[in-house]
């Protein structure tokens, strides 16, 4: 499915979004794992929503750049 100028617009503009939002979430985890005190249970929830941002950024790469056949 190509994707409009619109869509392609808006898809281009949740990826940048996306991508810092886990560039932002990988470091609360570092942090995160650096304390003694670390909370197991908020650590498990922020690497549960960096792999579902991991998983809707391949998505939004894969609308924008279809793979071509050779």
Same mark, same amino acid.
């Given at each position: 499915?190509? @994707?409009? +100028? +619109? %869509? +392609? ?5 949740? @990826?940048? #979004? &996306?991508? !810092? %939002?886990?560039?932002? @979430?990988?470091?609360?985890? %570092?942090?995160? $794992?650096?304390?003694? $005190? /670390? *909370? $197991? &249970? #908020? @650590? #498990?929830? &922020?690497?549960?929503?960096? !792999? /579902? !941002?991991? *998983?809707?950024?391949?998505? !939004? +790469?894969? #609308? &924008? ?6």
């Amino acid at each position: 499915m190509r @994707l409009n +100028e +619109e %869509e +392609e617009r808006a898809a281009r503009l949740e @990826l940048a #979004q &996306l991508r !810092l %939002e886990h560039r932002d @979430l990988d470091a609360a985890i %570092e942090a995160l $794992s650096a304390k003694a $005190s /670390a *909370d $197991s &249970l #908020q @650590l #498990q929830r &922020l690497k549960k929503r960096k !792999l /579902a !941002l991991k *998983d809707r950024i391949g998505f !939004l +790469e894969d #609308q &924008l750049l279809p793979d071509i056949i050779a």
